[in-house]
């Protein structure tokens, strides 16, 4: 059911985006005037792949996550076996082309280092029993920890090599097939996090709106209290859009989200 599901709402965005004239539509006062990035690169062969848009480029993209211990794949805080440890990626996941890694610049002094993996079921992650750990908080704050799912893209991203990384959990299945109701989070913390909710409606070259009844062409990047900051359309090759109102270092950390958000359709496939 979730793959003919999925294969069919491909098709309908693949369609959508054959039609050049139709884009994301974002209503409401918060996007006057707000920065339009096309992306480019995105869709060809993936080790050849340099994303970029605006100011915004990847300075490297590889099909792996970072090397842990004999048997796992990871990183995260702490030392393996102990409550701190966080992020422990099986070589399953990596053996099913399921994660990568991408750098992403500014072109001034931000760099930051992403972590993702697709498909992710969240029952399978070592987490200890630190309640205060990364991945405890954020399956917390996500929800995740009743409702497991084979679906979930999960995605560390560190900016400016901080030590503690932001973390982002996105049901891949749930934001399509329940697009009204779905919410996703990029979080620092419980109190510190931004929500990721489907933008449906598309807008053709005359100005005419298209609701539609199902299915997410693109996502928007909302603060906790519901004010819309980016936006990211998956539609052709995709667009990343900016909020007028949007701090330099919101901007930096929802470019990486958007990115990361673009790069999942290269996982898993």
């Known amino acids: 059911m979730n793959k003919f599901f999925t294969l069919f709402l491909a098709l309908s965005i693949g369609f959508l985006s054959a039609c050049s004239s139709v884009k994301l539509s974002l209503q409401g006062e918060a996007w006057k005037g707000k920065e339009i990035f096309p992306v480019k690169g995105r869709g060809i062969a993936f080790i050849k792949e340099k994303l970029s848009f605006g100011n915004y ?24 076996g102990t409550p701190e440890y966080a992020n422990i990626i099986s070589v399953g996941y990596i053996d099913r082309k399921q994660t990568l890694r991408f750098g992403l610049s500014d072109g001034t002094a931000n760099q930051s280092d992403v972590f993702a993996v697709a498909n992710f079921n969240a029952r399978e992650i070592q987490i200890g029993k630190n309640e205060n750990s990364l991945l405890n908080i954020a399956l917390d704050i996500f929800q995740q920890a009743k409702k497991p799912s084979t679906s979930m893209y999960y995605v560390q ?23 009204k109701n779905y919410i996703g989070y990029l979080a620092k913390s419980k109190n510190h996090y931004y929500q990721i909710v489907p933008i449906s409606s598309v807008e053709n070259n005359k100005g005419k709106i298209m609701n539609m009844p199902f299915g997410a062409n693109g996502f928007a990047f909302l603060t906790k209290e519901g004010q819309p900051l980016a936006a990211v359309s998956l539609l052709d090759r995709g667009t990343v859009y900016f909020a007028k109102d949007i701090l330099p270092e919101e901007k930096f950390l929802l470019a990486n989200a958007a990115t990361a958000l673009l790069m999942q359709q290269e996982l898993g496939s």
């Open 157 to 179: 991203l560190y900016m400016n090599k901080e030590e503690s990384p932001w973390q982002l959990i996105h049901d891949n299945y749930t934001s399509q097939q329940q697009a």
């Open 57 to 80: 480029a990847t300075s490297y993209v590889k099909r792996s996550w970072t090397r842990g211990g004999n048997s796992k794949y990871g990183i995260g805080t702490g030392m393996p």
